[in-house]
């Protein structure tokens, strides 16, 4: 029987093309123990190409008692034309959990929809029997002040401890293949009697939440099938993957917003785990971005830097060996914003971990041809992916569970020094006010907005972050604004400035974050503020530049690094007792209007932030779309207000226009075969968009008196329809503004959307969008005016009058002059006989404008601000008897802008008398 075994290993072997002599002896089989024969075929068979394999995949062990993969699927996993549900690999889990004690499966939370999360725990049966003894000892690591900070007692304790690795998969919802690749790896590690198996098994708990948008999933599955059923037709893109966004569920790390942010977050500390490794499809073959691109995050620490070198670099020579093509790491992503999942370990004391393998979307077998970009050999990847290639799920199945494995044997390997450091990081972070510093920051208790600090304290505390308040008033040293050196001999500044300090009087009951505690660096990191230099060698930062959330949150925060203010008497909170977020902790009175919400088919990305933030805030609306806005009879006799939240459209024409109607219908409805759409919205055909009709129905509902609101995208195409006269978008020549905070101030203040904001604060900034404002359909171009004049040739210097010969001279009127954000006043002349001259009553009005140039950064990147300093930010735009409120910034962004929130609020109790 032995012998046969090995012969057929040895054929199995010989099919994927990889001969036993040339078999990497670190990671060869358990000779003795039995294969699957069907399964290692199919796997064999689903392969398109055998370098696509390698050993650690090629086979799969034999078990009279636990089920592969197959029991569930019907086929191996990877397998070609069909995708489970959640509920399927769920199943799967469970049923591993009842075979073998080397598998346990926990409730890890539930999404927006109610389905559940999981997380699954596998190691040997010793090590999961001992879970709670081990995390207690691991919670000791966590926070070294338990052990008194004392090394020797760490190492003792580092002996004794297993550390926990967490994988991830699925969170973005189109990239379908981690969950069969971690059912299968699941099944090996908890089968596999390999060596190397072995030792990961003994020396390591592998934990695994095999999907993480467990709604979009369920949605994904159901356009797969859709798609399967109708092989020659074009089928519908995924609008909907989580019930509120869709691909920036990825960037929820910061605000915690999103049920799956805080149940990984929680499952990632409540484990102590050491690693949070996130998978992902999106680049050929294998792209490990644990080790990224620069700017680094400013404030992980250094001890992480040489983890992400380490484990990715070990993992990309590990994976060239075995034979794989197209495996590299370093690439362009940079590693600079906290808002990515995986991050939630590099700001925890732990390691974050990606990988981007190469998925269909799906699990058809098809050719790929990959861009000059993808496959072209550089420093970074002396092995690059293959022009063109046969790409199956199976493929991707490989890749992932090879990397993972190949990681997972490394970390065991030098799992002592990872726990070493781990709690290094942890003491480290705890020595912050001595070391980098600040000591604390802290939230004044005679701050107004008790809202939006409430809440800001809150997602602090959603991320374990302690908090303590004052029990009497104090006093501490706290850096002073920082001013613009005015007078004619003040020269520019050539290096930073150490900004002044002076003491600051905080009343009883302030709230402080100190920094000498285990996760003080995700508290620095969210209430800092950044900045990242225009001339930086990255030119393309792959997501925001900044974020400060005390500036984000609109609430009064000091950064001290005096610590004296450690000393203050005070006593830990762990709930924060203003009531939730709502119109009125933010401030806002008044009653609420008939509320839509509108959205298109192209995205639901942004709006979603949108619709999550009104139901957090309890603020009642319809749900429509561009597709629904002709069909509704009236409008304005159903709705007061119509929010149209940003598109991401590539043009604003298709808001209009809609998707090319080339081929079928793309529907996207509850039927038999799509159980799963259609429950947030739905529409027999995708494609079409607002339309004509459509776009002079929402006309007639602003000029009969109702308020639409527009924001970025949406804003530009409100101007370009005519639904804003007089305004008009400033051109960018050489600006450059990267997802920053920008200053902002009120520039109406009379106007109610303004209320509370009589303090210049912060507004989110995509781009360096800004408005200029004419009292003139179509803008103010050509009209003289101060700023542009230029004297002609002729008689006297720069600033004398060039005064004709042989008469009396008649002194030219003074030319207007308007400041960024104002109008040009239009003189008799321009005036008289003009149909493009808008009535006084109806010109745009600007409520807010961008800060001056030189306070305009507040956080991120800003290059060339003078082309927007002091523009226009927000305007309301009269047409007929009603408004269009023009939003530069997104106001309701990613669920960090709370401190805009209210101006979008006061607009909408305001409705009827802005």
């Known amino acids: 029987m032995r012998a046969r075994t090995l012969l057929l290993t040895l054929g199995v072997m010989l099919a994927c093309g990889v001969s036993a002599a040339q078999a990497d002896e670190h990671f060869a089989r358990d000779p003795g123990q039995a294969i699957d024969a069907d399964y290692t075929a199919k796997i064999a068979q689903y392969t398109t190409q055998p370098r696509f394999n390698t050993v650690l995949t090629?086979?799969?062990?034999?078990?009279?008692?636990?089920?592969?993969?197959?029991?569930?699927?019907?086929?191996?996993?990877?397998?070609?034309?069909?995708?489970?549900?959640?509920?399927?690999?769920?199943?799967?889990?469970?049923?591993?959990?009842?075979?073998?004690?080397?598998?346990?499966?926990?409730?890890?939370?539930?999404?927006?929809?109610?389905?559940?999360?999981?997380?699954?725990?596998?190691?040997?049966?010793?090590?999961?029997?001992?879970?709670?003894?081990?995390?207690?000892?691991?919670?000791?690591?966590?926070?070294?002040?338990?052990?008194?900070?004392?090394?020797?007692?760490?190492?003792?304790?580092?002996?004794?401890?297993?550390?926990?690795?967490?994988?991830?998969?699925?969170?973005?919802?189109?990239?379908?293949?981690?969950?069969?690749?971690?059912?299968?790896?699941?099944?090996?590690?908890?089968?596999?009697?390999?060596?190397?198996?072995?030792?990961?098994?003994?020396?390591?708990?592998?934990?695994?939440?095999?999907?993480?948008?467990?709604?979009?999933?369920?949605?994904?599955?159901?356009?797969?099938?859709?798609?399967?059923?109708?092989?020659?037709?074009?089928?519908?893109?995924?609008?909907?993957?989580?019930?509120?966004?869709?691909?920036?569920?990825?960037?929820?790390?910061?605000?915690?917003?999103?049920?799956?942010?805080?149940?990984?977050?929680?499952?990632?500390?409540?484990?102590?785990?050491?690693?949070?490794?996130?998978?992902?499809?999106?680049?050929?073959?294998?792209?490990?971005?644990?080790?990224?691109?620069?700017?680094?995050?400013?404030?992980?620490?250094?001890?992480?830097?040489?983890?992400?070198?380490?484990?990715?670099?070990?993992?990309?020579?590990?994976?060239?060996?075995?034979?794989l093509p197209g495996v590299y790491t370093h690439g362009g992503f940079d590693t600079w914003s906290p808002g990515y999942m995986m991050f939630m370990a590099a700001m925890h004391n732990g390691i974050s971990r990606l990988y981007e393998t190469f998925g269909n979307a799906g699990a058809d077998t098809v050719e790929r041809i990959l861009t000059p970009a993808q496959y072209e050999r550089t420093w970074y990847r002396p092995n690059p992916p293959l022009p063109k290639v046969l790409w199956s799920q199976r493929n991707n199945n490989n890749y992932e569970q090879a990397g993972l494995l190949t990681a997972l044997d490394y970390f065991v390997a030098n799992r002592q020094t990872f726990l070493r450091n781990f709690w290094l990081k942890g003491k480290r972070s705890i020595a912050k006010p001595k070391e980098a510093g600040p000591a604390a920051y802290v939230f004044s208790a005679d701050d107004a907005r008790k809202g939006p600090q409430a809440e800001l304290l809150r997602v602090l505390r959603a991320q374990h972050v302690e908090i303590h308040r004052a029990s009497a008033a104090f006093s501490v040293r706290t850096p002073l604004p920082w001013k613009k050196p005015s007078g004619p001999d003040a020269p520019p500044p050539r290096k930073p400035e150490q900004l002044q300090q002076a003491p600051r009087q905080f009343p009883a009951g302030s709230y402080i974050v100190r920094m000498d505690q285990p996760y003080s660096r995700i508290a620095d990191t969210l209430l800092d503020r950044q900045y990242w230099a225009p001339d930086d060698p990255q030119k393309r930062p792959y997501d925001d530049t900044g974020w400060s959330l005390g500036d984000s949150f609109g609430v009064d925060l000091a950064r001290v690094s005096d610590a004296a203010v450690l000393a203050?008497?005070?006593?830990?909170?762990?709930?924060?007792?203003?009531?939730?977020?709502?119109?009125?902790?933010?401030?806002?009175?008044?009653?609420?209007?008939?509320?839509?919400?509108?959205?298109?088919?192209?995205?639901?990305?942004?709006?979603?932030?949108?619709?999550?933030?009104?139901?957090?805030?309890?603020?009642?609306?319809?749900?429509?779309?561009?597709?629904?806005?002709?069909?509704?009879?009236?409008?304005?006799?159903?709705?007061?207000?119509?929010?149209?939240?940003?598109?991401?459209?590539?043009?604003?024409?298709?808001?209009?226009?809609?998707?090319?109607?080339?081929?079928?219908?793309?529907?996207?409805?509850?039927?038999?075969?799509?159980?799963?759409?259609?429950?947030?919205?739905?529409?027999?055909?995708?494609?079409?968009?607002?339309?004509?009709?459509?776009?002079?129905?929402?006309?007639?509902?602003?000029?009969?008196?109702?308020?639409?609101?527009?924001?970025?995208?949406?804003?530009?195409?409100?101007?370009?329809?005519?639904?804003?006269?007089?305004?008009?978008?400033?051109?960018?020549?050489?600006?450059?503004?990267?997802?920053?905070?920008?200053?902002?101030?009120?520039?109406?203040?009379?106007?109610?959307?303004?209320?509370?904001?009589?303090?210049?604060?912060?507004?989110?900034?995509?781009?360096?969008?800004?408005?200029?404002?004419?009292?003139?359909?179509?803008?103010?171009?050509?009209?003289?005016?101060?700023?542009?004049?230029?004297?002609?040739?002729?008689?006297?210097?720069?600033?004398?009058?060039?005064?004709p010969e042989g008469r009396a001279f008649d002194a030219p009127p003074v030319l207007p002059f308007a400041k960024p954000w104002e109008a040009l006043p239009l003189n008799a002349e321009q005036e008289r006989n003009n149909p493009n001259v808008i009535p006084p009553a109806q010109r745009p009005k600007v409520i807010v404008r961008w800060g001056d140039e030189h306070v305009l950064l507040v956080a991120g990147l800003l290059d060339s601000g003078k082309e927007m300093a002091g523009r226009a930010a927000v305007v309301d735009a009269r047409y007929g008897r009603g408004h269009v409120l023009l939003f530069a910034n997104n106001p309701v962004w990613r669920g960090i802008t709370v401190g805009n929130y209210a101006l979008l609020l006061n607009a909408l109790t305001h409705y009827d008398s802005l």
């Open 58 to 323: 090629d086979y799969l062990p034999a078990s009279a008692s636990v089920p592969t993969p197959a029991r569930v699927l019907g086929d191996v996993a990877g397998a070609p034309d069909f995708l489970p549900y959640t509920a399927d690999v769920h199943r799967y889990f469970r049923m591993l959990a009842a075979a073998t004690p080397r598998v346990r499966v926990f409730t890890a939370g539930r999404s927006e929809e109610g389905r559940e999360m999981i997380a699954v725990a596998i190691a040997d049966e010793k090590l999961l029997a001992d879970l709670d003894a081990n995390r207690a000892r691991l919670a000791q690591l966590a926070d070294p002040r338990t052990l008194g900070l004392d090394d020797a007692k760490a190492e003792a304790l580092i002996a004794q401890t297993t550390p926990v690795y967490y994988i991830t998969g699925t969170m973005h919802s189109t990239e379908t293949g981690a969950p069969t690749a971690l059912m299968e790896l699941a099944y090996r590690l908890a089968v596999d009697d390999a060596p190397y198996i072995q030792r990961i098994r003994s020396q390591l708990i592998t934990v695994i939440t095999p999907v993480v948008e467990v709604d979009g999933r369920e949605r994904m599955v159901d356009l797969y099938r859709w798609h399967k059923a109708n092989p020659d037709k074009q089928y519908p893109r995924l609008i909907y993957w989580g019930h509120y966004v869709a691909h920036d569920n990825n960037r929820d790390a910061l605000g915690l917003s999103l049920n799956l942010s805080r149940n990984v977050l929680d499952t990632y500390l409540g484990w102590h785990a050491q690693v949070l490794h996130d998978l992902h499809e999106s680049v050929p073959f294998l792209y490990d971005n644990t080790v990224g691109d620069g700017p680094y995050n400013a404030w992980i620490d250094p001890i992480l830097v040489n983890e992400w070198q380490q484990l990715g670099w070990n993992n990309v020579e590990q994976l060239t060996k075995l034979g």
């Open 568 to 803: 203050v008497p005070m006593q830990r909170v762990d709930t924060i007792e203003v009531p939730a977020l709502s119109p009125a902790t933010l401030g806002v009175s008044g009653k609420l209007p008939r509320i839509a919400i509108l959205h298109t088919w192209l995205s639901t990305q942004t709006e979603g932030w949108w619709r999550m933030a009104l139901d957090k805030l309890g603020v009642k609306y319809d749900y429509i779309s561009t597709q629904d806005v002709a069909k509704i009879a009236s409008l304005r006799g159903k709705y007061d207000v119509i929010l149209f939240a940003p598109v991401g459209a590539r043009d604003t024409r298709q808001i209009v226009d809609g998707m090319p109607m080339y081929g079928n219908a793309l529907p996207w409805k509850k039927t038999a075969l799509t159980p799963n759409l259609g429950s947030i919205d739905a529409t027999d055909d995708m494609r079409p968009g607002l339309g004509t009709q459509g776009l002079a129905k929402l006309k007639r509902f602003v000029s009969d008196g109702g308020l639409l609101v527009t924001s970025e995208d949406t804003a530009i195409w409100a101007i370009d329809v005519g639904l804003a006269p007089g305004v008009s978008v400033v051109p960018k020549k050489s600006l450059r503004v990267v997802g920053s905070l920008l200053a902002a101030q009120r520039v109406d203040s009379e106007s109610p959307i303004t209320v509370g904001y009589d303090k210049p604060f912060s507004m989110y900034s995509a781009n360096g969008l800004s408005f200029q404002v004419s009292n003139l359909v179509g803008g103010d171009h050509g009209l003289p005016n101060a700023k542009d004049y230029k004297r002609p040739t002729g008689r006297g210097g720069l600033h004398d009058e060039d005064i």
